[in-house]
Nanobody
Framework: VQLQASGGGLVQVGGSLRLSCAAS????????MGWYRQVPGYHREWVAS???????NHEDSVKGRFTISRDNAKNTVYLQMSSLKPEDTAVYFC???????????WGQGTQVTVSS
């Protein structure tokens, strides 16, 4: 399984970005997916997740600004980010959660930088 994250970049405060994470394989729809972020020197933190059925959860600091979604036909999970703040600056990673005894998988990360 490979996860390819993309869509990061440099954006001004208040701007928007949409991150994408494309997964290989034919069973994407079975798995919950998540987005995490990490600032150098800090632990990786959870941002949002979406179940195989489409139910979503978002971390409190991003609620109302970020939206996770998925397109099972494209094997892709998205993170729409708006009203970006400098504290959103981080490397963003996608994660495919394990199912049963199956292992989890992580994408390679995409840098998001919000300039003030």
């Amino acid at each position: 399984v490979q996860l390819q994250a993309s869509g990061g970049g440099l954006v001004q405060v208040g701007g928007s970005l949409r991150l994408s994470c494309a997964a290989s394989g034919s069973t994407f729809s079975r798995y919950a997916m998540g987005w995490y972020r990490q600032v150098p020197g800090y632990h990786r933190e959870w941002v949002a997740s979406i179940t195989s059925g489409g139910a979503t959860n978002h971390e409190d600091s991003v609620k109302g600004r970020f939206t996770i979604s998925r397109d099972n036909a494209k094997n892709t999970v998205y993170l729409q980010m708006s009203s970006l703040k400098p504290e959103d600056t981080a490397v963003y990673f996608c994660r495919r959660y394990g199912l049963g005894r199956e292992r989890e998988y992580w994408g390679q990360g995409t840098q998001v930088t919000v300039s003030s």
